[in-house]
Nanobody, 117 residues
Framework: QVKLVESGGGLVQPGGSLRLSCASS????????MGWYRQAPGSQRDLVAS???????TYPDSMKGRFTISRDNAKNTMYLQMNSLKPEDTAVYYC???????????WGQGTQVTVSS
């Protein structure tokens, strides 16, 4: 069973930056895609960014420009660099991985990001 562990969340002022990490207990080259999602209280869980096994990235239009997703296969870790943070970015951020072989999908436990002065 693969385990994903997020870290790097916390409290940051508007305009600040954070880098989230998602460490996998398994080899991330075995994942077809990995992604970051976020969920604010009372809201659905939304895609923030995704990255495929070939390194190609996808961002919803609303997320383009401030967030950058990346992965380090040697460290089995995915990252989300978040810049120019706004209060509306406050949410629990989750990482997700989809297996390259078979239908297995894995989620992390989430990390809280709070943007407030």
């Amino acid at each position: 069973q693969v385990k994903l562990v997020e870290s790097g969340g916390g409290l940051v002022q508007p305009g600040g930056s954070l880098r989230l990490s998602c460490a996998s207990s398994g080899n991330i080259v075995s994942f077809l895609t990995m992604g970051w999602y976020r969920q604010a209280p009372g809201s659905q869980r939304d895609l923030v960014a995704s990255i495929s096994v070939d390194g190609s990235t996808t961002y919803p239009d609303s997320m383009k420009g401030r967030f950058t997703i990346s992965r380090d296969n040697a460290k089995n870790t995915m990252y989300l660099q978040m810049n120019s943070l706004k209060p509306e970015d406050t949410a629990v951020y989750y990482c997700k991985a989809q297996s390259l072989i078979g239908p297995a999908i894995y989620w992390g436990q989430g990390t809280q990001v709070t943007v407030s002065s």
